[in-house]
């Protein structure tokens, strides 16, 4: 069972806004943009809003940390 499932727990909700968190990460943007510019890129292509939960800069930080503590677990993000 273990080989064919996924390797992390529970199941990511918000896949779209944590691929531009994760390229935002790897082109080292993520970490020196404010939570204000961070909602500007993510209304630019198209992820922001209620469907993404991501309303406000609290919203986002909420998100954010999120993203963070699975980072934090080691584990690879599978589509």
């Known amino acids: 069972y273990r080989l064919r499932v996924a390797p992390y727990r529970g199941k990511i909700r918000h896949k779209a806004l ?3 968190f994760s390229i935002l ?3 080292g943007l993520l970490s020196t943009l ?3 510019e961070i909602l500007e890129v993510c209304d630019e292509v198209g992820i922001g809003g209620f469907e993404s939960r991501i309303q406000s800069e609290k ?3 909420d998100r954010l940390r999120e993203y963070r503590e699975f980072q934090k677990r080691g584990f690879v993000i599978t589509p």
């Open 59 to 61: 919203h986002l930080g």
């Open 25 to 27: 990460d790897q082109t």
């Open 18 to 20: 944590w691929h531009t």
């Open 34 to 36: 404010r939570h204000r």
